[in-house]
């Protein structure tokens, strides 16, 4: 059974930084390219990052420059590092595979940027 688990969300004022992690079981990690994705309320989800299975990477326009996406095959875990956050990062952060979803979505984490 594929489980995907995120963590690291928090609450973080405008300008700071917060590390997510996405860890996921009952996959062969390796071979899938992987996404974080996100739902801020009462809009849709959207993919804002995507990392290949060698590594290449992908963002979307709004997270560019301030977002990085990482992943560890090993520990079949994937990351997402962002830096200069923005009230409007506001929003449930889930990992997945990219550029479509595969497996069931995991519970995510909340990501809260405000003063």
């Known amino acids: 059974q594929v489980q995907l688990v995120e963590s690291g969300g928090g609450l973080v004022q405008p300008g700071g930084s917060l590390r997510l992690s996405c860890a996921a079981s009952?996959?062969?990690?390796?071979?899938?390219?992987m996404g974080w994705y996100r739902q801020a309320p009462g809009k849709q989800r959207e993919l804002v990052a995507g990392i290949g299975a060698s590594g290449s990477t992908n963002y979307a326009g709004s997270v560019k420059g301030r977002f990085s996406i990482s992943r560890d095959n090993a520990e079949k875990t994937v990351y997402l590092q962002m830096n200069n956050l923005k009230p409007e990062d506001t929003a449930v952060y889930y990992c997945?595979?990219?550029?479509?979803?595969?497996?069931?979505w995991g519970k995510g984490t909340l990501v809260t940027v405000s003063s």
């Open positions: 997945n595979t990219a550029p479509r979803p595969m497996f069931d």
């Open positions: 009952g996959i062969i990690f390796s071979q899938y390219v």
